[in-house]
């Protein structure tokens, strides 16, 4: 299972498919492959991660589009492709809800410097398997964990 954590403010556009894609950075496991299964998820917080209280799984759809992505200060390299007119790094950012090309370009400067080196990863929202209910319910506390002080008897 190829699982993606996303930001609480972002929930609500991926469960009405607004939010159809994501920009993640290389890491230790592989990324999902186009005809794969995308598990979107908001909330996964260490130690526990999606099994955390906090987790919420939001959609489970097909990928449709897993491609490497270079993002640079004048150009973004998509596959084989370089994109260089505006209005594609404007209707990028808005899709990655950037306000515009430079908020994009500025947080992944921030975080992982550039040239950014990642994968680009579109699903089908109308083909989900499961999609949340909006809004997310909080989930109830569960047992007390048999390592929290306050919970054993004296």
């Known amino acids: 299972m190829v699982a993606y954590n996303f930001r609480p403010e972002d929930a609500r556009a991926i469960i009405f498919g607004i ?5 993640k950075p290389h890491g230790k496991r592989p990324h999902v492959a186009v005809g794969g299964t995308v598990h979107a998820f908001c909330g996964a917080v260490p130690p526990l991660w999606m099994k955390s209280p906090e987790c919420h799984r939001l959609i489970v759809a097909p990928c449709s589009r897993s491609e490497e992505i270079v993002i640079e200060a004048d150009k973004v390299t998509l ?3 370089v994109m260089v007119t505006p209005e594609w790094f404007e209707t990028l950012a ?5 306000s515009d090309f430079g908020s994009l370009q500025v947080h992944y400067d921030r975080l992982y410097g550039l040239p950014f080196r990642g994968q680009y990863i579109r699903w089908r929202p109308d083909r989900a398997e499961f999609r949340a209910q909006w809004p997310l319910i909080v989930k109830p506390p569960g047992p007390p964990d048999s390592t929290d002080q306050a919970a054993q008897p004296p």
């Open 19 to 23: 939010k159809a894609s994501v920009i």
């Open 79 to 81: 596959g084989n492709a």
């Open 94 to 98: 808005r899709d990655e809800g950037f």
